[in-house]
Nanobody, 130 residues
Framework: QEKLVESGGGSVQAGGSLKLSCEVS????????LGWFRRAPGKEREGVGA???????????SVKGRFTISRDSEGDSAKIMLYLHMNNLRFDDTAMYSC????????????????????WGQGTQVTVSS
């Protein structure tokens, strides 16, 4: 059964760094695309970025140059670790961060929309204090 579990959230001061992890298990797609999303209080869900099976990445303009997405896999889709490296955090990065998985689609300049992804994690909270 497909399962996504995020970890690594917490509280950090502005300018600091955090690394979020998402353990993806049971994914049956031979190739896949993974995404990070966030939702701040009172705001709509926002795409942070995505990575595909060829390790092509894309990022929202708001995080470009500060956030990096990477992944490790065991050669198949049985277990995948997805990461979100966040540097130079700002107050407006405060949100619940979630990872998502879906069938392969090439990641281009624009990441796939939320509707592309079939599986989601529960989220991990990131709070940035000024």
């Amino acid at each position: 059964q497909e399962k996504l579990v995020e970890s690594g959230g917490g509280s950090v001061q502005a300018g600091g760094s955090l690394k979020l992890s998402c353990e993806v298990s049971g994914l049956k797609y031979p190739r896949y695309t993974l995404g990070w999303f966030r939702r701040a209080p009172g705001k709509e869900r926002e795409g942070v970025g995505a990575i595909d099976s060829d390790d092509i990445t894309s990022y929202a303009d708001s995080v470009k140059g500060r956030f990096t997405i990477s992944r490790d896999s065991e050669g198949d889709s049985a277990k995948i670790m997805l990461y979100l490296h966040m540097n130079n955090l700002r107050f407006d990065d405060t949100a619940m961060y979630s990872c998502a998985a879906g069938p392969y689609i090439p990641v281009t300049r624009t990441a796939p929309p939320p509707s592309w992804y079939n599986y989601w994690g529960q989220g991990t909270q990131v709070t940035v204090s000024s």
